[in-house]
């Protein structure tokens, strides 16, 4: 392995660590949100376990409220005294009563709490260019209008500062059912009267493709292009056996043959990112539009018992090695995708944190997040790697993937081995890393399906890792285990 920090070009921007919270089963309501009268422990109705469990992480944006609940949101549902706000029916997921008790105070307060950039979807498939625009306003607009005044009346003085702004989400589907060419054009129209009040400075992001649709993405670039939207959004799920009838596959009990289909089909947003890219750079060369996976992570079954309109899933080792896996690949591609969201934060899909009543329990994907959260705002130096492969049957994939960057006179390597069976011994070169001491910390357990759980929250957890070691001639040696997960940080 050879680590060029001479290379170090591009920054890993911290937006590629951003999250997700969506009206969605347990994600607000339970999970974020309890109330001020609660029981549990909370901060104007922010449960303080999850507040301190975020802020340890540094999440820099927060994207809400949806998610196909975006494009069926209005928002001033959610504003004024909570007793008095509607109650409506949440089609989406589960049919069950929203009560708008968590609306836009409560979000970007949220927010502010954490030190998080907000993030809003607004509503492109069923509300109207107006109410956008004037969401836009009550939000961010400091003189004398309707809306602004209305946000006084309703308790708040100063506007918010808000950068990022979705117009609309998976307009393809949940959002409209829209064409490429309808949904741009209406991009076109919605985007016009999102306006920056005073200093505050929207960047707007596209509801961009599924997947692999590189029609959509190439009818943005030409009919919207880079004059007009700051991002276009990218979404891709990790389900392995398929979307089919017959299940996604079960989150904690799983084949190995189904472990390595899970790790294929997550690499495989190397080769998203790579066709989007391509058609990116034919209608913007110098990389303006960021590429944002505003979406990502594993869909598994619902954990059974649950609601299945719910979402809510177990999070195991597998999870933690499918999320630092893709996270590498986002450094790779650090020149154009610029924002990232895992779905979801708390309780749905491939989430950070698991909640049951008063107690919490960070999952393992919680925990790589904590591990690269280094690597936020540094310069991704480019790797290359000779490692053996992974095979299980008729499958095969590199062992080990791995990225590495650089800030404040620290570089951090981060390494995964996919492998379940057998440890990779690395030898690294650093070519141009001053390096005097090395220190490392490890995600691993016995066994791919191994969670935390409200009775036993560290069966895993990090660890120091100490069987690194910096030799004479300026190289890096270790053995990373079977199925672990390791940064290294070298000073
Ligand atoms: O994250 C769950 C759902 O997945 C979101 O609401 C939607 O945008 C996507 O299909």
């Known amino acids: 392995m050879v680590v060029k920090g001479n290379q170090a070009e591009h920054k890993i921007s911290r937006h590629i660590y951003g999250h997700f919270a969506e009206h969605l089963g347990h994600c607000i309501y339970g999970g974020i949100w309890v109330g001020p009268e609660s029981s549990i422990p909370n901060t104007d109705g922010y449960r303080n376990d999850i507040v301190a469990a975020l802020k340890e992480i540094q999440i820099p944006n927060l ?33 069950v009563v929203e009560d708008n008790s968590f609306g836009t ?6 927010c502010e709490l954490l030190g998080t950039e907000p993030y809003i979807c607004g509503n492109v498939g069923s509300g109207t260019v107006e109410e956008m625009s004037k969401w836009v306003e009550y939000i961010t607009f400091d003189g004398e209008s309707p809306m602004a005044n209305l946000r006084r009346e309703n308790g708040r003085d100063k506007p918010w500062k808000v950068k990022f702004w979705g117009v609309g989400n998976e307009n393809w589907g949940c959002g409209g059912n829209m064409t490429a060419q309808f949904y741009s054009d209406q991009y076109r129209r919605y985007a016009t009267y999102c306006r920056n009040y005073g200093d505050n400075r929207l960047l707007k992001i596209a509801g961009g493709p599924n997947g692999g649709d590189v029609h959509w993405s190439e009818t943005l670039m030409k009919n919207v292009g880079s004059g007009r939207m700051w991002g276009m959004s990218m979404h891709y799920y990790t389900v392995p056996k398929g979307w089919g009838p017959g299940g996604k596959g079960s989150a904690t009990d799983f084949s190995e043959e189904e472990y390595m289909i899970t790790m294929q089909k997550s690499l495989h947003m190397d080769e998203l990112i790579k066709r989007h890219t391509e058609i990116m ?93 280094v690597h936020q705002d540094a310069k991704m130096i480019p790797v290359e790697l000779l490692v053996p492969q992974y095979t299980c049957g008729t499958r095969s994939l590199p062992a080990v993937n791995a990225s590495a960057s650089t800030k404040d006179g620290l570089t951090h390597i981060s390494l995964v081995n996919i492998d379940p069976h057998n440890a990779v011994e690395i ?65």
């Open 427 to 491: 030898s690294c070169r650093l070519e141009d890393v001053a390096a005097t001491q090395v220190s490392a910390n490890i995600l691993t357990a016995n066994e791919l399906n191994v969670c935390n759980t409200f009775e036993q929250p560290e069966n895993i957890v990090l660890k120091e890792f100490k069987q690194v070691k910096l030799k004479k001639d300026g190289s890096l040696v270790l053995t990373i285990p079977a199925k672990s997960v390791i940064t290294v940080t070298l000073k």
């Open 105 to 110: 105070h409560e979000f970007l307060n949220f």
């Open 281 to 373: 750079d034919m209608y913007d060369p110098q990389k303006r539009v960021a590429l944002c996976v505003d979406e990502w992570g594993a869909w598994y079954d619902v954990e059974p018992g649950t609601n299945p309109g719910f979402l809510y899933q177990q999070n195991t080792l597998r999870d933690a090695l499918l999320c630092a896996s893709i996270l590498n690949i986002f450094h790779h591609h650090c020149d154009r995708v610029r924002m990232a969201n895992i779905a979801q934060m708390v309780n749905v899909l491939q989430a950070i944190i698991l909640t049951k009543d008063d107690k919490m329990v960070l999952t393992p994907t919680y925990h790589i997040y904590n591990m690269y959260k």
């Open 63 to 95: 994207r809400w409220p949806g998610g196909c609940f975006a494009d069926e949101y209005h928002w001033q549902d959610g504003i004024g005294p909570r007793e008095s706000r509607p109650k409506m029916i949440n089609t989406h997921w589960g049919g």
